[in-house]
């Protein structure tokens, strides 16, 4: 009975993390909510049948759906750093998304999803500028940075705690937004990742994305992970070559991080769907 208490407790923290209800839950693995209600509660174990559908939508592995182990002890590649006090990007807001800002006028309960939200500086902003903000990070500490500024700032951000490697969206987003954080899904999977992103998007909503491109004159940055994969150029512009482009753009950019100095080659875009 302890176990299946400790189990049910995860459900329900999963479930109330992702934003969904018991009922939500129900339909998707054809239940009744009386059955999750027991599941949550410690009085019964979902069926075996029923665990991988269940670990998907509440986006984690089956291992740490039944035992508590952090996304099969994948970590986040900055929790060293955003374990520090200081904000090691710091809490300006990028560029990019002030384009976002000033091109969408209307921006109260706009939906936006803001993938590898790091330490949450794009994130609050957004929330500051009246968007309806959900921060997807892999990132305990980061998470719990997010949650920091968000308090601070009295802006209210949604927090997923997930990766977003294979992260199903549950909902309709006015913008789906990144800022060099989409180097970390493997190129094999860019395509289905990209493809998620459009179906996810309102007609007249937005995307926007900061990548970091493959420049044979720009050594690579020295804090450059082994799971973090370049991009080309012109890949963005392709990604989207069905929607109206209202940015695209590629330049070169100075870096401090890891505290060396160094460049990147970035390539921006923000492109509109524009089918009804």
Request: negative net charge; proline residues 3%; hydrophobic residues 35%.
């Amino acid at each position: 009975m302890h176990i299946n208490h400790e189990i049910g407790l995860r459900i329900a923290a999963l479930r109330k993390e992702l934003g969904y209800t018991q009922e939500q839950i129900s339909v998707i693995l054809n239940v009744t909510p009386q059955a999750v209600s027991k599941w949550e509660k410690g009085n019964a174990l979902p069926d075996i049948a029923l665990l991988p559908q269940l670990a998907k939508t509440l986006a984690v592995s089956i291992d740490r759906l039944l035992t508590g182990g952090c996304f099969t002890e994948k970590t986040g590649p900055y929790d060293g750093e955003y374990k520090k006090e200081e904000y090691y990007w710091g809490t300006q807001h990028s560029l990019l998304a002030e384009q976002v800002v000033d091109i969408l006028q209307a921006k109260m309960d706009k939906r936006l999803l803001d993938i590898g939200s790091g330490e949450g500086r794009d994130a609050v902003y957004f929330s500051q500028s009246g968007f309806l903000v959900d921060a997807l990070e892999i990132s305990t500490p980061g998470v719990e940075k997010i949650r920091q500024y968000s308090q601070m700032s009295g802006h209210e951000v949604n927090i997923l705690h997930a990766d977003m490697i294979g992260y199903e969206l549950r909902n309709v987003y006015d913008v789906i937004y990144s800022h060099g954080s989409l180097q970390f899904l493997p190129v094999a999977e860019r395509q289905n990742h990209f493809d998620r992103y459009k179906r996810h998007t309102s007609a007249g909503g937005l995307n926007a994305h900061l990548i970091f491109v493959e420049k044979p004159f720009i050594k690579m940055a020295p804090d450059w992970e082994k799971n973090e994969y370049f991009y080309l150029s012109g890949d963005l512009a392709r990604y989207y070559h069905d929607w109206e482009i209202l940015h695209c753009e590629e330049q070169i950019i100075e870096c401090n991080s890891a505290g060396i100095p160094h460049r990147h080659a970035v390539s921006s875009i923000i492109a509109r769907k524009t089918e009804v």
